[in-house]
């Protein structure tokens, strides 16, 4: 003969961490649980969980959290698909030692671009064209172009300052 049994599954808050174990505060009882999540969650207090199990209780889901999940693996990491969006409502962080992009055609669009480095070398193997309503460089030391001809247009006023200049 066969019996029939059921496992219960329900909603539950986080209530304490110790020692790698979870307190559970279920809709009837409160319960120690495990984690066995199939992503690297860490959960936090107040999280609302899934939990499964009547004696033992294992936490299945997260349907409200604020903990931190953390993607670590030894060794390479890499993630391939056709496209892939990742989306951020407070901010994106990109930290290495080394980072490198490559691509057939680099876009970015932004409000407002800001810039910082120690030093910044840019080759181009065609054109290099900025478009912009205006122009202000800002150098504390000497500033030098360099090319084979210049020109230099300007549809009213040209303006040089300085205390001596020199042509040719």
Not at 18 to 36: F, N, V
Not at 109 to 127: P, S
Not at 129 to 152: C, D, H, P, W
Request: charged share 25%.
């Amino acid at each position: 003969m066969l019996s029939e049994t059921t496992t219960a599954v329900a909603p539950a808050t986080l209530l304490e961490i110790r020692d790698g174990r979870l307190l559970l505060q279920l809709p009837e009882r409160q319960a120690w649980a495990s984690l066995a999540l199939a992503f690297p969650y860490s959960p936090e207090i107040g999280d609302v969980l899934l939990a499964i199990g009547d004696e033992d209780v294992y936490v299945i889901g997260v349907l409200a959290g604020r903990g931190k999940t953390l993607l670590k693996t030894q060794g390479e990491l890499e993630l391939a698909a056709d496209h892939i969006t990742i989306r951020a409502e407070q901010g994106v962080k990109i930290k290495g030692v080394n980072v490198e992009i490559e691509a057939d055609k680099l876009e970015f669009a932004a409000r407002a671009v800001f810039e910082r480095f120690v030093d910044a070398y840019r080759w181009a193997k065609g054109v290099v064209q900025n478009s912009a309503a205006r122009v202000r460089t800002l150098v504390t030391g000497a500033y030098t172009v360099q090319a084979e001809t210049i020109v230099e247009q300007a549809e009213k006023d040209v303006k040089i300052d300085g205390r001596h200049i020199h042509l040719g």
